[in-house]
C-alpha cells in the first residue's frame, strides 16, 4: 500500500492531466506527457515513462529474450517486439481510460526553459487521451478551434479539448525555445526526406507510397524526450561514475566527410565542416537562401547524412574523460536514452540504475563488465535493426514499382560516372543510378566523370534529334521501373522534347535526432 501511495503522490493519478502523443499506428505507447501551471509564471512539467522495469525482472526469462534482442524491429508491414505483445501494447503501455504504472520525470520550469528543479520517481498515471500528432498539430495550429464530435479520440477524467489545446500550446511553446538553445549550441539536424507506404489491409502489400512530414507536433515531444534523456544521465553520473549506461556520438566519418567536400566542392557549395554548429549553418544557409531551389538543400542533406557515424551505447566508465561522452549530433555533453523501454533494452538499464539511485543504493544494479557488454551487444543490434528497416524499405519499394508501369519522379544529379548518372529522388530520398543502357537506344553518352553528361537521343518518329547536358545538382525527371532482381531499380531519363513536366517539390523530412 505504501509504495502504492508513494506513486500516486508523484503525480496525483487521475487528477492530472496526462495525456500521450503518437503516430496514428503507434500500439505501444512509451511516454507521456503533463504541464500545469504553478504560480510566479512557473510550471511543473512531466515526462511519464512506462515503468517496464515494474513487470520485467533481471534474470527472468522474459527479461533474458529482451536482453538477447535489446530492441524492437520495424519493418515496414510489421514490427518485431523486444517484449511479449502482452507487455508492450496492454500491461505496460500508457494507454488512456486506465491506471499504469510510470517512471516520471518531473521539472519546475521557468516559461523560457529554465529548469529550477528536477525530480524523478515511480509513478502512477491515467492517460486522459491517445493523441495523434495530427491532432496536435491540430491543436497548435488553431489553439481556439472547437473540434466537432468524433473527431478527437475519446477524453477520459472530465478533462475536455480545450484542457489539453491549452496544455499542448504551453509545451509548443516552451519546446520552440529548448529547440532554439539546442541550435545555438551546435547540435545538427538534417533534414532528409524518407519513404511511407500505404498497405492493401488483406496482404499487406504497398499500395501507395507517400513521405513523412515532421511538424511542430512531432517537434515539442522531441524536446522533451530529449530533456528527460539529458536529466537522467546527469542523474546516473553523478551517482554512477563507472557503469552508467550512456550514449555516445563520436560525430562524421573523416574520410567520408573529406570525399563529400570534394563533391560539394564540385557542386560549387563550400561548407565549413569544423564543428557540428558550423555545418548546420552552412546547411540552414543553404536551405533557406532566398532564390535557391529546395533540391539544393535535400542534395546536400542525404550527402553530410552518409558522413555520419550511428551513435553507440556505452559504460560510462570506458572513458578516462567526460569530455568523450559528448554527443556530437546533438551536442550534448552527456546522454542517455531513458524515454522508450518498451522497445529498447539500454532504456531499461537506465530505469533500474535510476531506481537504484532513488533506494539509496551506492552500487548499481550492474557492474562495469555487465553494463560494458550489453552496451556494445545494444549497439551491434540497433545497427542491425536499422539494415533490416532500411532492407524492408527498399524491398517494398521495388514490390510498388513491380505493380506500376514506370513513375515519373522529380529528382536532382548527385554524381556522374563514365556510363551513368545517379540521382536522388526528391520526393522519398532515394538514390538511383541511370545507366546509358537505360536511357534509351542508341543514344550518345559522352561524359566527364564526377562533373557533366552530354546526352543525345537520335530521331524517333515525327521527333528530331537532340541532345542534353547533364551536371551535378541540375533537377531532372527520373523514370524509375523495378528491375527483375530483387531490390533492383533501374531509372531512365525522358527525351528532352517528351511532354514530362518538372515540379520540384517543397519537402521537409524527419530530422536524424537521436531521441
Known amino acids: 500500500k505504501q509504495w502504492y501511495q508513494r506513486r500516486v503522490a508523484i503525480t496525483a493519478g487521475r487528477k492530472k492531466c496526462v495525456f500521450t502523443i503518437d503516430p496514428a499506428t503507434a500500439r505501444d505507447l512509451d511516454d507521456a506527457c503533463s504541464v500545469e501551471e504553478i504560480g510566479d509564471g512557473l510550471y511543473e512539467i512531466g515526462v511519464h515513462i512506462a515503468d517496464v522495469s515494474h513487470f520485467v525482472y533481471p534474470g527472468t526469462v522474459v527479461d533474458d529474450i529482451a536482453r538477447e534482442r535489446t530492441t524492437s524491429v520495424y519493418l515496414v508491414q510489421r514490427v518485431i517486439p523486444m517484449l511479449p505483445r502482452k507487455l508492450c501494447e496492454l500491461l505496460c503501455s500508457l494507454n488512456p481510460g486506465v491506471d499504469r504504472f510510470s517512471f516520471s520525470v518531473i521539472w ?67 519546446a520552440k525555445i529548448l529547440r532554439k538553445q539546442r541550435k545555438e549550441s551546435g547540435a545538427i539536424s538534417i533534414q532528409q526526406c524518407k519513404i511511407k507506404f500505404s498497405l492493401n489491409k488483406e496482404n499487406s502489400m504497398p499500395s501507395g507510397l507517400g513521405s513523412y512530414k515532421s511538424k511542430e507536433s512531432n517537434k515539442l515531444i522531441e524536446e522533451f524526450m530529449l530533456k528527460a534523456n539529458v536529466s537522467v544521465a546527469e ?218 553528361a552530354h546526352i543525345t537521343w537520335p530521331a524517333e518518329g515525327d521527333k528530331k534529334k537532340c541532345s542534353k547536358r547533364y551536371e551535378l545538382l541540375d533537377n531532372v525527371v527520373v523514370i524509375m521501373k523495378a528491375g527483375k532482381q530483387l531490390f533492383k531499380i533501374n531509372g531512365a531519363l525522358p527525351r528532352p522534347d517528351s511532354t514530362d513536366e518538372l515540379h520540384v517539390p517543397n519537402l521537409e523530412g524527419f530530422a536524424s535526432e537521436d531521441v
Open 108 to 174: 519546475k520550469m521557468k516559461k523560457d526553459g529554465t529548469v529550477l528543479s528536477t525530480k524523478f520517481g515511480k509513478s502512477l498515471i491515467n492517460s486522459c487521451c491517445k493523441l495523434h500528432y495530427e491532432h496536435a498539430q491540430d491543436m497548435i495550429e488553431e489553439p481556439d478551434r472547437d473540434f466537432e464530435e468524433g473527431y478527437l479520440p475519446e477524453i477520459h477524467n472530465s478533462f475536455t479539448h480545450r484542457d489539453l489545446s491549452k496544455k499542448i500550446n504551453i509545451l509548443h511553446s516552451i
Open 235 to 452: 542523474k546516473l553520473i553523478e551517482h554512477y561514475p563507472d557503469n552508467a549506461i550512456i550514449r555516445r556520438h563520436s560525430g562524421p566519418k573523416e574520410n567520408v566527410l573529406k570525399e563529400t567536400k570534394k563533391v560539394l566542392e564540385r557542386m560549387g557549395i563550400e561548407m565549413d565542416t569544423t564543428s557540428s554548429k558550423m555545418m548546420q549553418e552552412a546547411l540552414n544557409l543553404l536551405q533557406h537562401a532566398p532564390n535557391q531551389p529546395t533540391s539544393v538543400g535535400l542534395v546536400v542533406a542525404s550527402l553530410l547524412a552518409k558522413c555520419m557515424s550511428l551513435a553507440t551505447y556505452h559504460s560510462s566508465g570506458e572513458f578516462d574523460s567526460p569530455t568523450d561522452y559528448f554527443h556530437y549530433g546533438l551536442s550534448m555533453e552527456l546522454y542517455t536514452h531513458f524515454t522508450s523501454p518498451i522497445r529498447r533494452y539500454p532504456d531499461l538499464i537506465a530505469h533500474r540504475q535510476l531506481q537504484a539511485i532513488l533506494e539509496g543504493k551506492k552500487i548499481g544494479p550492474m557492474d562495469f563488465d555487465e553494463v560494458s557488454e550489453l552496451a556494445e551487444l545494444s549497439s551491434q543490434k540497433k545497427y542491425a535493426s536499422k539494415l533490416a528497416s532500411d532492407k524492408s524499405g527498399e524491398l517494398f519499394l521495388w514490390l510498388f514499382l513491380r505493380e506500376q508501369i514506370a513513375m515519373h519522379e522529380p529528382a536532382s544529379v548527385v554524381d556522374i560516372g563514365s556510363e551513368s548518372i545517379d540521382v536522388l529522388v526528391l520526393r522519398y530520398g532515394v538514390q538511383v543510378r541511370i545507366w546509358r543502357d537505360y536511357i534509351g537506344e542508341n543514344i550518345e553518352f559522352q561524359a566527364k566523370e564526377k562533373h557533366w
